[in-house]
């Protein structure tokens, strides 16, 4: 298949690259001609801003692809500047379990883009939870003639992980830094970064539309990452009020429901079979 991606050049959309490329797909990046990337002549290249209207239109109006990945929309206005143009029998949008109430077995059927009020927004008019909101409701109310796929992943963790929301606990607890975590026993979901993009280039070809989740089986508390840390290093987290916030403060406990994937035939990984490994990479970093 003849294939895009928009934010194929770093984390999780490297690994999809990879994976798309793996299955043997023609593969287009479109990038704003600022990263560069390490696929050499395995992919064509493109160059527009994905925000920009014009921009958009000049480079796309005459071209077709049988699937576009659009890992970049966090609001209304990113999905209505690239399905206002774009030409393509599926369209594939990175979005968010942010987009629930979280709790335990959330599943996907717990947020309904059509029952929810479309605002078109840019992505500084509301916090990151309610932009992804709003992005699927322009996707399921404007665009609903689209074959489309929203994915949503809860937090994304790797060792390319550019956030570095794990990494944070790992270095407080190593440098003695005082830090504030205000969930410290909510048990959470997570995804790692290569496992995040093998999803996605999963589903190009899967008989599948509407929202899905993604994640990794099990979850974990701060507690247990801490705990761990210090087992395996001797430092003790030091805990305080006046402490620097913790990336993942103010997350509800929750795991997330994938057997709609699973469906189709997509088996995700224990969590705790390699984040350990992971934090282990973030020790011996420090």
Known sequence: ?????????????????????????????????????????????????????????????????????????????????????????KYIMMSSTSVYEKHWDTMEEEFHPLNKKLIWCTRMDFPYDEAKRQAECALWQDYNYINAIAVRYPFVIGKDDYTKRLYFYVEHVIKEIPMYIDNIDCQMGFIRSDEAGTFMAFIADKDYSGPINGSSFGTISIREILDYVTEKTGKEPVLSEDGEKAPYNCEPEYSINTSKAGKLGFKFSNLKDWIYQLIDYYIEML
């Not at 990046?29 to 992919?43: E, L, Y």
């Not at 958009?56 to 890992?71: G, Q």
């Open 1 to 89: 298949m003849n294939i895009l991606v928009m934010g194929g050049t770093r984390y999780f959309g490297i690994h999809l690259v990879k994976d798309l490329l793996a299955q043997g797909h023609n593969v287009t990046i479109a990038t704003r001609g600022i990263t560069k990337d390490s696929f050499g002549d395995k992919v064509l290249r493109i160059i527009f801003d994905r925000t920009d209207f014009d921009s958009v239109k000049n480079v796309l109006s005459e071209k077709f692809f049988d699937v576009v990945y659009d890992n970049l929309a966090y609001c209304s206005n990113d999905v209505k500047c690239i399905l206002d143009i774009i030409n393509c029998n």
